[in-house]
């Protein structure tokens, strides 16, 4: 029968990580402890479930704390705030809690140590990023925004001390290729003791390398505007899988299968797996009888809540500030 779904074989890790779900439940916490509106800057995760979920139970997501009113409690999202949101938050007198992923957070604190060492910044990232803007904006100046290869011709530091940091969510082997340039023209450039690119990212991109060979068609769950889950689509298409992402079994189309009965499903680390079972779901209505698991690498990592929301082993609700 064409367009039958015979088999599904799911990658391993896929959805939330360890960063995505201690985000989200800082904003929960708060909600329990502070009743609702909580304040959030810019979306969390990038996940529109997410969002929903969190808007219905009383968060308020915002772009502009103009929008927040006196004494009210903001969260700043996972991907991490320029110093200038930081000190703004904090001159409006806001309660203040930073679900910013303690990876990112790390990039902040190495940026900050080497400018006052007199290093200048090649970042590797995608302009208009959340994240990419709160790590630029630890600094005033000397941090150049590389995109692609070509871009790095273009950087033009002042000094002779230069340092590359990445955004966390990139495809990994784009990241080497760009990085291979930036050290090619820049022989003494400083990178990081360990690769910026998160565990989540690596292992999501390395199981999609593993299944994407086994597969006809991979489907990808997660929202336009995340990252990592754009990138996981991109890397199957690159190896030669058709992949498409959704964000949800609605999104589905029987034509994707015709004729293409393996079918791989994976996750973006913003992605609650109560999305991917529903997809699974869609796909058993479409014929699938067999659901697999592929063998993967398992995820222990555990970040503590910052103090004030139940958790006392983290001694600041902030990052270090330089």
Same mark, same amino acid.
């Given at each position: 029968?064409?367009?039958?779904?015979? #088999?599904?074989l799911?990658?391993?890790p896929? /959805?939330?990580c360890?960063?995505?779900d201690r985000?989200?439940?800082?904003?929960?916490r708060?909600?329990r +402890?502070?009743?609702?509106?909580i304040?959030?800057r810019?979306?969390?995760? *990038?996940n529109?479930?997410?969002?929903?979920?969190?808007?219905?139970k009383?968060?308020?997501f915002?772009e502009?704390?103009a929008? &927040?009113?006196? /004494?009210?409690?903001?969260v700043?999202?996972a991907?991490g705030?320029a110093?200038a949101?930081r000190?703004?938050? #904090?001159q +409006?007198?806001?309660?203040?809690?930073?679900?910013?992923?303690?990876l990112?957070?790390k990039? *902040?604190?190495?940026v $900050?140590k !080497?400018?006052?060492?007199?290093?200048?910044f090649?970042m590797?990232g *995608? %302009?208009g990023?959340?994240e990419?803007e /709160?790590?630029?904006?630890?600094?005033?100046?000397?941090?150049?925004?590389?995109?692609d290869? $070509?871009d790095v011709?273009?950087?033009?530091p002042?000094g002779? %001390?230069?340092?590359?940091?990445?955004?966390?969510?990139?495809?990994?082997d784009?990241?080497?290729?760009? !990085?291979a @340039?930036?050290k090619?023209?820049f022989p003494?450039v400083?990178e990081p003791?360990?690769?910026?690119?998160?565990?989540?990212?690596?292992?999501?991109q390395?199981?999609v390398?593993?299944i994407a060979?086994q597969?006809?068609v !991979?489907?990808? &769950?997660?929202?336009?505007?995340s990252?990592?889950?754009n +990138?996981?689509? #991109?890397l199957?298409?690159? !190896?030669?899988t058709?992949a498409?992402?959704?964000?949800?079994a609605?999104?589905?189309q029987?034509?994707?299968? #015709?004729g293409?009965p393996r079918?791989?499903?994976?996750? /973006? $680390?913003?992605a609650?797996?109560?999305?991917?079972q529903?997809? &699974?779901?869609r796909?058993?209505?479409?014929?699938?009888?067999?659901?697999r698991h592929?063998?993967?690498v398992?995820?222990?990592? *555990?970040f503590?809540l910052?103090?004030?929301?139940?958790?006392?082993?983290?001694a @600041?609700t902030?990052?270090p500030r330089?």
């Amino acid at each position: 029968m064409a367009g039958k779904v015979d #088999e599904v074989l799911l990658a391993e890790p896929r /959805g939330f990580c360890a960063g995505v779900d201690r985000a989200i439940e800082i904003v929960e916490r708060a909600l329990r +402890r502070f009743g609702a509106p909580i304040y959030v800057r810019h979306e969390i995760v *990038h996940n529109t479930y997410v969002v929903a979920d969190l808007r219905a139970k009383g968060a308020i997501f915002i772009e502009d704390l103009a929008e &927040v009113p006196p /004494g009210a409690t903001l969260v700043f999202s996972a991907h991490g705030v320029a110093k200038a949101v930081r000190l703004e938050a #904090e001159q +409006r007198g806001f309660q203040i809690f930073d679900a910013t992923c303690p990876l990112v957070t790390k990039v *902040h604190v190495e940026v $900050a140590k !080497l400018a006052r060492e007199g290093y200048e910044f090649v970042m590797i990232g *995608h %302009k208009g990023h959340p994240e990419v803007e /709160g790590t630029m904006g630890q600094l005033s100046a000397g941090i150049y925004l590389v995109e692609d290869v $070509a871009d790095v011709a273009g950087v033009q530091p002042r000094g002779d %001390k230069l340092a590359v940091v990445t955004q966390t969510t990139l495809s990994v082997d784009d990241a080497a290729a760009i !990085l291979a @340039e930036v050290k090619r023209r820049f022989p003494n450039v400083r990178e990081p003791k360990q690769q910026d690119i998160c565990y989540a990212t690596q292992n999501r991109q390395d199981a999609v390398k593993l299944i994407a060979p086994q597969v006809d068609v !991979l489907i990808v &769950v997660g929202s336009p505007t995340s990252s990592n889950s754009n +990138r996981l689509r #991109e890397l199957a298409q690159r !190896l030669g899988t058709d992949a498409y992402m959704v964000e949800g079994a609605a999104d589905l189309q029987p034509a994707w299968f #015709e004729g293409r009965p393996r079918v791989g499903l994976t996750a /973006g $680390a913003s992605a609650p797996d109560i999305l991917v079972q529903q997809v &699974v779901e869609r796909l058993r209505e479409l014929g699938a009888v067999s659901i697999r698991h592929m063998k993967g690498v398992a995820e222990s990592i *555990h970040f503590p809540l910052p103090r004030g929301l139940g958790d006392r082993s983290m001694a @600041e609700t902030s990052p270090p500030r330089s």
